[in-house]
T-cell receptor
Framework: RKEVEQDPGPFNVPEGATVAFNCTYSNSASQSFFWYRQDCRKEPKLLMSVYSSGNEDGRFTAQLNRASQYISLLIRDSKLSDSATYLCAVTVPTGTASKLTFGTGTRLQVTL | ETGVTQSPTHLIKTRGQQVTLRCSSQSGHNTVSWYQQALGQGPQFIFQYYREEENGRGNFPPRFSGLQFPNYSSELNVNALELDDSALYLC?????????????FGPGTRLLVL
Protein backbone atom coordinates (compact mmCIF):
# COMPACT_ATOMS: atom_id res chain seq x y z
CA ARG A 1 0.00 0.00 0.00
CA LYS A 2 1.30 3.45 -0.89
CA GLU A 3 2.07 5.74 2.04
CA VAL A 4 -0.07 8.53 0.56
CA GLU A 5 -2.88 7.91 -1.90
CA GLN A 6 -4.90 10.44 -3.81
CA ASP A 7 -7.88 10.43 -6.14
CA PRO A 8 -6.54 9.46 -9.55
CA GLY A 9 -8.08 12.34 -11.54
CA PRO A 10 -8.07 14.10 -13.86
CA PHE A 11 -10.94 16.28 -12.72
CA ASN A 12 -12.50 18.35 -15.50
CA VAL A 13 -14.87 20.96 -14.08
CA PRO A 14 -16.55 24.10 -15.42
CA GLU A 15 -15.64 27.51 -14.07
CA GLY A 16 -17.58 28.26 -10.90
CA ALA A 17 -17.89 24.64 -9.85
CA THR A 18 -16.96 23.26 -6.45
CA VAL A 19 -14.46 20.41 -6.49
CA ALA A 20 -13.14 18.20 -3.70
CA PHE A 21 -9.92 16.21 -3.55
CA ASN A 22 -9.29 13.42 -1.10
CA CYS A 23 -6.10 11.90 0.23
CA THR A 24 -5.41 9.04 2.64
CA TYR A 25 -2.18 8.25 4.44
CA SER A 26 -1.06 4.99 5.96
CA ASN A 27 1.43 5.99 8.68
CA SER A 28 -0.34 6.91 11.90
CA ALA A 29 2.87 8.59 13.08
CA SER A 30 2.50 11.26 10.39
CA GLN A 31 2.93 14.65 11.96
CA SER A 32 2.08 17.44 9.55
CA PHE A 33 -0.10 17.67 6.51
CA PHE A 34 -0.02 19.90 3.48
CA TRP A 35 -1.55 20.59 0.11
CA TYR A 36 0.83 21.74 -2.59
CA ARG A 37 -0.06 23.03 -6.03
CA GLN A 38 2.15 22.18 -8.99
CA ASP A 39 1.84 23.81 -12.38
CA CYS A 40 3.11 22.00 -15.45
CA ARG A 41 6.92 21.71 -15.42
CA LYS A 42 7.21 23.85 -12.29
CA GLU A 43 8.05 23.18 -8.66
CA PRO A 44 5.41 22.39 -6.03
CA LYS A 45 4.20 25.48 -4.20
CA LEU A 46 2.64 25.34 -0.78
CA LEU A 47 -1.09 25.94 -1.02
CA MET A 48 -1.94 25.41 2.61
CA SER A 49 -1.09 23.47 5.73
CA VAL A 50 -3.85 21.27 7.10
CA TYR A 51 -4.85 21.34 10.75
CA SER A 52 -7.09 19.08 12.79
CA SER A 53 -9.55 21.91 13.31
CA GLY A 54 -9.77 22.49 9.57
CA ASN A 55 -8.68 25.67 7.93
CA GLU A 56 -9.85 27.97 5.19
CA ASP A 57 -8.05 30.37 2.90
CA GLY A 58 -10.42 32.22 0.62
CA ARG A 59 -12.01 29.70 -1.74
CA PHE A 60 -9.90 26.83 -0.37
CA THR A 61 -10.82 24.71 2.64
CA ALA A 62 -8.71 21.87 4.01
CA GLN A 63 -9.78 19.24 6.51
CA LEU A 64 -7.87 16.59 8.44
CA ASN A 65 -9.35 13.50 10.05
CA ARG A 66 -6.62 11.79 12.07
CA ALA A 67 -8.84 8.89 13.13
CA SER A 68 -9.57 7.97 9.51
CA GLN A 69 -6.13 9.14 8.30
CA TYR A 70 -7.79 11.26 5.67
CA ILE A 71 -7.17 14.75 4.28
CA SER A 72 -9.37 16.74 1.96
CA LEU A 73 -9.20 19.91 -0.08
CA LEU A 74 -12.30 21.76 -1.24
CA ILE A 75 -12.12 24.44 -3.91
CA ARG A 76 -15.19 26.64 -4.30
CA ASP A 77 -16.02 28.82 -7.29
CA SER A 78 -13.27 27.29 -9.44
CA LYS A 79 -11.29 29.64 -11.67
CA LEU A 80 -9.44 28.86 -14.87
CA SER A 81 -6.25 29.72 -12.99
CA ASP A 82 -6.91 26.86 -10.54
CA SER A 83 -5.98 24.38 -13.30
CA ALA A 84 -2.94 22.53 -11.94
CA THR A 85 -1.92 19.33 -10.18
CA TYR A 86 -2.70 19.22 -6.47
CA LEU A 87 -0.32 17.20 -4.33
CA CYS A 88 -1.15 15.94 -0.89
CA ALA A 89 1.89 15.62 1.39
CA VAL A 90 2.47 14.34 4.91
CA THR A 91 5.60 14.43 7.04
CA VAL A 92 6.71 11.05 8.32
CA PRO A 93 9.43 10.71 10.99
CA THR A 94 12.56 9.06 9.60
CA GLY A 95 15.05 8.80 12.44
CA THR A 96 15.85 12.37 13.42
CA ALA A 97 14.50 13.74 10.15
CA SER A 98 11.01 14.23 8.89
CA LYS A 99 10.54 13.45 5.26
CA LEU A 100 7.72 14.82 3.17
CA THR A 101 5.86 11.99 1.50
CA PHE A 102 3.73 12.97 -1.47
CA GLY A 103 0.84 11.40 -3.27
CA THR A 104 1.01 11.14 -7.03
CA GLY A 105 -1.15 14.24 -7.39
CA THR A 106 -4.58 14.94 -8.82
CA ARG A 107 -4.83 16.96 -11.99
CA LEU A 108 -7.53 19.62 -12.14
CA GLN A 109 -8.63 21.20 -15.40
CA VAL A 110 -11.11 24.07 -15.11
CA THR A 111 -12.88 24.92 -18.37
CA LEU A 112 -15.10 27.73 -19.60
CA GLU B 1 9.09 33.33 -4.86
CA THR B 2 10.52 31.11 -2.11
CA GLY B 3 14.10 32.36 -2.28
CA VAL B 4 15.35 28.82 -2.93
CA THR B 5 17.50 28.63 -6.04
CA GLN B 6 18.84 25.66 -7.98
CA SER B 7 21.37 25.24 -10.75
CA PRO B 8 21.52 24.27 -13.48
CA THR B 9 17.93 24.45 -14.69
CA HIS B 10 18.40 21.74 -17.30
CA LEU B 11 21.06 19.12 -17.89
CA ILE B 12 21.64 16.33 -20.40
CA LYS B 13 24.01 13.49 -19.53
CA THR B 14 24.75 10.02 -20.84
CA ARG B 15 24.59 6.73 -18.97
CA GLY B 16 27.52 6.14 -16.66
CA GLN B 17 28.37 9.81 -16.23
CA GLN B 18 28.31 11.72 -12.96
CA VAL B 19 26.31 14.86 -12.18
CA THR B 20 26.31 17.53 -9.46
CA LEU B 21 23.25 19.63 -8.77
CA ARG B 22 23.28 22.69 -6.54
CA CYS B 23 20.80 24.35 -4.22
CA SER B 24 20.86 27.58 -2.24
CA SER B 25 18.47 27.61 0.65
CA GLN B 26 16.21 30.43 1.72
CA SER B 27 17.87 32.90 4.07
CA GLY B 28 17.69 31.68 7.67
CA HIS B 29 16.94 28.07 6.71
CA ASN B 30 19.41 25.45 7.98
CA THR B 31 17.81 22.34 6.50
CA VAL B 32 17.79 21.18 2.89
CA SER B 33 15.90 18.17 1.56
CA TRP B 34 16.27 16.69 -1.90
CA TYR B 35 13.53 15.03 -3.91
CA GLN B 36 13.32 13.22 -7.24
CA GLN B 37 10.15 13.64 -9.29
CA ALA B 38 9.65 11.32 -12.23
CA LEU B 39 7.08 12.18 -14.87
CA GLY B 40 3.54 11.67 -13.60
CA GLN B 41 4.65 10.95 -10.04
CA GLY B 42 4.87 12.89 -6.82
CA PRO B 43 8.28 13.93 -5.51
CA GLN B 44 10.21 11.12 -3.77
CA PHE B 45 12.44 11.91 -0.78
CA ILE B 46 16.14 11.29 -1.43
CA PHE B 47 17.76 12.67 1.73
CA GLN B 48 17.90 15.62 4.08
CA TYR B 49 20.81 17.70 5.35
CA TYR B 50 20.74 19.56 8.63
CA ARG B 51 23.69 21.61 9.86
CA GLU B 52 26.02 19.97 7.33
CA GLU B 53 25.14 16.38 8.28
CA GLU B 54 22.93 13.87 6.48
CA ASN B 55 19.85 13.66 8.64
CA GLY B 56 17.66 11.02 7.01
CA ARG B 57 17.56 9.13 3.74
CA GLY B 58 14.92 7.64 1.49
CA ASN B 59 15.13 4.49 -0.62
CA PHE B 60 17.88 5.61 -2.97
CA PRO B 61 21.15 3.76 -3.63
CA PRO B 62 24.52 5.02 -2.34
CA ARG B 63 25.40 6.45 -5.76
CA PHE B 64 23.12 9.31 -4.69
CA SER B 65 25.14 11.40 -2.25
CA GLY B 66 25.15 14.94 -1.01
CA LEU B 67 26.82 17.70 0.90
CA GLN B 68 25.75 20.72 2.86
CA PHE B 69 28.06 23.70 3.29
CA PRO B 70 28.47 26.11 6.23
CA ASN B 71 26.19 28.61 4.49
CA TYR B 72 23.57 25.80 4.30
CA SER B 73 23.67 25.54 0.53
CA SER B 74 23.74 21.97 -0.69
CA GLU B 75 24.82 19.67 -3.50
CA LEU B 76 23.34 16.46 -4.79
CA ASN B 77 25.75 14.12 -6.57
CA VAL B 78 24.68 11.17 -8.65
CA ASN B 79 27.30 8.72 -9.91
CA ALA B 80 26.99 6.09 -12.65
CA LEU B 81 23.87 7.66 -14.12
CA GLU B 82 21.12 5.36 -15.34
CA LEU B 83 18.31 6.09 -17.77
CA ASP B 84 15.79 5.94 -14.90
CA ASP B 85 17.56 8.84 -13.20
CA SER B 86 15.92 11.14 -15.74
CA ALA B 87 13.64 13.29 -13.62
CA LEU B 88 13.06 16.69 -12.06
CA TYR B 89 15.30 17.10 -9.00
CA LEU B 90 13.91 19.40 -6.39
CA CYS B 91 15.48 20.81 -3.29
CA UNK B 92 13.47 22.26 -0.45
CA UNK B 93 14.66 24.33 2.46
CA UNK B 94 13.12 24.71 5.89
CA UNK B 95 13.82 26.34 9.23
CA UNK B 96 14.57 22.97 10.79
CA UNK B 97 14.39 19.20 10.25
CA UNK B 98 11.23 18.46 12.17
CA UNK B 99 7.86 17.69 10.69
CA UNK B 100 6.31 20.94 11.76
CA UNK B 101 8.55 23.05 9.57
CA UNK B 102 7.18 23.91 6.14
CA UNK B 103 9.44 23.03 3.23
CA UNK B 104 9.80 25.53 0.40
CA PHE B 105 10.85 24.25 -2.98
CA GLY B 106 13.28 25.60 -5.53
CA PRO B 107 12.47 25.58 -9.25
CA GLY B 108 14.21 22.26 -9.80
CA THR B 109 16.81 20.86 -12.15
CA ARG B 110 15.50 18.82 -15.04
CA LEU B 111 17.95 15.97 -15.77
CA LEU B 112 17.79 13.89 -18.91
CA VAL B 113 19.99 10.80 -19.13
CA LEU B 114 20.51 9.39 -22.63
Amino acid sequence: RKEVEQDPGPFNVPEGATVAFNCTYSNSASQSFFWYRQDCRKEPKLLMSVYSSGNEDGRFTAQLNRASQYISLLIRDSKLSDSATYLCAVTVPTGTASKLTFGTGTRLQVTL
Amino acid sequence: ETGVTQSPTHLIKTRGQQVTLRCSSQSGHNTVSWYQQALGQGPQFIFQYYREEENGRGNFPPRFSGLQFPNYSSELNVNALELDDSALYLCASSLGPTGGETQYFGPGTRLLVL
